[in-house]
């Protein structure tokens, strides 16, 4: 079983639709956890970050984090054809920042 | 365009060159990282740096060589490469090294003939 699992895709929705981004890890010291979005031929943008659990909202951009189900998620609400790219999921214990483990990227396609 | 700055961003080298990438962060973070990134699939650690001091070398094979002259910038060295080194190199940085987000560069993306 990988540290961190998340779904490749690819997913396709039409534009103005509500995205879910899912990962599920298994280290229960994991604490800290990120979202970034990586566009094709550039590197990964952090979008949010999150400690323990709880949720957290940023724009049209809400993250969720339920430690007792190992289990985080990404919220897209009105999706644009701009959101267009691979989301990283990525998560950190509390000793140090190169136990940051990612998922494997989740590629999404915002159809007009 | 991202606060950390790497050059260059296209390089295409022979197996037998020298070569180096560079990475460049103003925002008073004292933690810089290598990543090595293959089509497809996420970012693999090579070496985090903590206050210019290097702090982890993830078994990274001694063709690739590091380097932190300042806390502003960081070098990644490269020598006799092999095509499977050919990959998206991206730098980051954080705060401290201790649960603080990284912040990505755009990369430099690598392609050894």
């Known amino acids: 079983q990988k540290e961190v699992e998340q779904d490749p895709g690819p997913l396709s929705v039409p534009e103005g639709a509500i995205v879910s981004l899912n990962c599920t890890y298994s280290?229960?010291?994991?604490?800290?956890f990120m979202w970034y979005r990586q566009y094709s031929r550039k590197g990964p943008e952090l979008l949010m970050y999150?400690?323990?659990?709880g949720n957290k909202e940023d724009g049209r951009f809400t993250a969720q984090v339920d430690k007792s189900s190992k289990y985080i998620s990404l919220f897209i609400r009105d999706s644009q054809p701009s959101d267009s790219a691979t989301y990283l999921c990525?998560?950190?214990?509390?000793?140090?920042?190169?136990?940051?483990?990612f998922g494997a990227g989740t590629r999404l396609t915002v159809k007009p | 365009d991202t606060e950390v700055t790497q050059t260059p961003k296209h390089l295409v080298m022979g197996m037998t060159n020298k070569k180096s990438l560079k990475c460049e962060q103003h925002?008073?973070?004292?933690?810089m990282y290598w990543y090595k990134q293959k089509a497809k699939k996420p970012p693999e650690l090579m070496f985090v740096?903590?206050?210019?001091?290097?702090?982890i070398n993830e078994s990274v094979p001694s063709r690739f060589s590091p380097e932190c002259p300042n806390s502003s910038l960081l070098n990644l060295h490269l020598h006799a490469l092999q095509p499977e080194d050919s990959a998206l190199y991206l730098c980051?940085?954080?705060?401290?090294?201790?649960?603080?987000?990284?912040?990505f560069g755009d990369g430099t993306r690598l392609s050894i003939l």
């Open positions: 980051a940085s954080s705060h401290g090294w201790n649960n603080q987000p990284q912040h």
């Open positions: 280290n229960s010291a994991f604490q800290y």
């Open positions: 999150t400690y323990s659990s």
């Open positions: 990525a998560m950190s214990a509390v000793v140090n920042n190169n136990d940051m483990r």
């Open positions: 925002m008073g973070h004292r933690a």
């Open positions: 740096y903590s206050y210019e001091k290097l702090s």
